[in-house]
């Protein structure tokens, strides 16, 4: 594809720019998106793929590097890409997410990215921005860690990374235009995958299992993602301990353990020993489901992929299950997982948590229902909301109309508290609490605010799960936990000040709080959402605009010369569905 008019002699001036700037090697990538047929399943469907890949391909860098990723839409559809995890210090108009921070890059035009990393180590990822294209268009970042400094544990001797999907046999985009149209809920995955392979117990899938050939007394760092839509999951490998070391590009306190829970948009750092019998063992996942036990609808297939060992043997018919995966509702489990999290907090790899904390929300995140007009007419269907708001996107990107100053595309009014309290984790809540508004409101704060922010879940509409919250442009400290209402004077008192881990997505527990603490010192337009798609898709998202420092370092960077042109924004809700194509440029 013909690049833009001056693309190279422009990127060539932000190269010598930024290597003026950061101590870092500076990559750079091409990101050509395109359709192609995969077959899963045993049936063909075509989807939007980078560089004829699925999962695309892994960014590699080094801590503190800058990478240039050109996005080539070669596709039918308009879409962003997100770089998830990286904090992109000063630097949103890269960040990725749609009418958030930019517009959608449209079919036969490219964008590139400058990708700024500066704290982060480990795992982290990236992914398409835009409706649920996410669920093709995505792929592992690898951040090595500095040579002088190097891993907190001993070298691995290899790397395994798996990226945990969902697989879908319609055109997902479709059926789920389709579902917010009318209102309905949206679809199910038929199957999880893993780099994008359903495994041994699907049809037409024993040939493309994804293998991992492993060598005995060997250690390996496995490096997990998971970009599944809607689902936490699970994860084990048959007979074989697994040691967290990492989540979300921080690195915790080694946790040894038979099995993993992790949410959408999560990745983790894991060491396996191949210290087991030569033979094939099942590396397997399977949903953890917390909503209400009467609601059995979900995707209960088991993703298997096989560790299998190098050697002269005769391996058995059929590799080992593993005996440690956790049942589909078992809350027990996740919740204890999740409360052994810690981050390392060594001298090499300190932490900084907030302490003079001079801004506090409490913000509810809840299932609602919506009156809107689908073109046809008035309707109400299923929303989603924080402190009762259901975001609504704007015509153009929150970013460009804060940084050129044009109102009418979003108001500063989101609410630091629910507009009304009550016993949000009840059962039989009625209806009248079930009622939200929508509207384009955000979140100002000023620069090197301390903000602590504690997320309340609700069982309104009877619909109480998990929430897997994810923040862009930050990370930040998870202080506590609990099931219950959050009481603001008894729960802080058993916050952890002292190791907390350090994530860019955290679950909030079903029926249940968390609270989090971070220094609002990166200026910019930053989103703020449920990684759960479908939550997304219905409103469960802010956005949070940090202002600038008063010097150049601590402001916002000047837009690039070239960002994609604005058109309406593909709201569903608010113009008509048209069934030839849910994602079509417009």
């Excluded at 999290?341 to 299932?367: C, F, G, R, W």
């Excluded at 569903?572 to 194509?581: A, D």
Aim: charged residues 20%.
């Amino acid at each position: 594809m013909a690049l833009l008019p001056g693309f190279l002699g422009a990127l060539l001036l932000s190269s010598l720019a930024v290597l003026c700037m950061v101590e870092g090697t500076v990559h750079y990538y091409d990101f050509v998106l395109k359709e192609k047929n995969f077959t899963r399943l045993c049936s063909t469907k075509s989807m939007l793929v980078v560089n004829d890949m699925l999962p695309g391909p892994t960014i590699r860098v080094q801590k503190g590097d800058t990478v240039y990723v050109n996005v080539q839409n070669q596709g039918d559809f308009d879409l962003t890409i997100h770089w998830h995890g990286v904090h992109q210090p000063r630097n949103p108009w890269s960040d990725g997410p749609e009418y958030i921070t930019q517009c959608p890059i449209e079919p036969g035009s490219n964008f590139t990215y400058e990708v700024i990393f500066s704290d982060e180590e480990g795992t982290l990822w990236w992914h398409a921005h835009s409706d649920w294209t996410r669920n093709s268009v995505n792929g592992a970042i690898v951040v090595m860690p500095l040579n002088e400094t190097g891993f907190p544990f001993p070298e691995p001797d290899g790397e395994e990374i798996i990226v945990l999907g969902s697989w879908y046999f319609d055109d997902v985009n479709e059926v789920v235009a389709e579902a917010l149209q009318d209102g309905t809920d949206t679809p199910r995955s038929d199957c999880y995958t893993i780099n994008s392979q359903p495994g041994d117990f699907f049809a037409c899938s024993n040939d493309s299992t994804h293998r991992w050939e492993v060598e005995y007394g060997k250690t390996y760092l496995l490096r997990m993602v998971n970009a599944v839509m809607n689902a936490e999951l699970y994860f084990a490998i048959a007979e074989h301990n697994l040691t967290v070391v990492g989540m979300d590009g921080s690195y915790v306190k080694p946790i040894v353990t038979n099995f993993t829970m992790i949410a959408p948009g999560q990745t983790m750092d894991i060491l396996v020993t191949a210290n087991q019998s030569l033979g094939r063992y099942y590396m397997a996942a399977r949903q953890y489901d917390s909503v209400r036990p009467d609601v059995t609808d979900y995707d209960m297939s088991n993703v298997t992929a096989i560790l299998e060992y190098k050697g002269n043997y005769t391996p058995p018919e059929l590799p080992i299950f593993p005996s440690t995966l956790p049942t589909y509702e078992d809350l027990y489990s996740a919740a204890d997982f999740a409360s052994r999290i810690k981050s390392l907090a060594s001298t090499e790899h300190p932490i900084n948590v907030p302490q003079n904390i001079t801004t506090i929300m409490y913000i509810t995140a809840e299932m609602n229902m919506i009156t809107f007009d689908n073109g046809t007419g008035e309707i109400t269907g299923l929303g989603s909301s924080l402190n009762n708001v259901s975001w609504q996107d704007p015509s153009t990107d929150v970013l460009l109309a804060y940084y050129r100053n044009i109102s009418g595309f979003y108001t500063s009014d989101f609410p630091d508290y629910p507009p009304t309290f009550f016993d949000f984790v009840a059962e039989g809540l009625p209806d009248s609490v079930a009622a939200t508004v929508r509207g384009t409101k955000v979140r100002v704060l000023e620069y090197n605010e301390e903000v602590e922010v504690v997320f309340q879940g609700t069982d309104v509409l009877d619909a109480s799960e998990d929430h897997p919250m994810h923040m862009h442009g930050y990370s930040y400290y998870v202080v506590g936990t609990g099931f219950g209402n959050f009481d603001n004077e008894t729960d802080p008192k058993i916050y952890n000040l002292v190791d907390p881990p350090k994530m860019n997505t955290v679950t909030v527990p079903k029926k249940g709080w968390v609270a989090i603490r971070f220094k609002a010192s990166n200026p910019g337009v930053w989103f703020w959402h449920c990684h759960f798609d479908r939550h997304l898709s219905w409103g469960m998202n802010t956005v949070m605009i940090v202002k600038d420092g008063g010097t150049p370092e601590t402001s916002m960077r000047k837009p690039p010369a070239y960002m994609p042109p604005c058109s309406d924004s593909h709201t569903i809700r608010l113009q008509p569905f048209h069934h030839t194509s849910s994602r079509k440029s417009k």
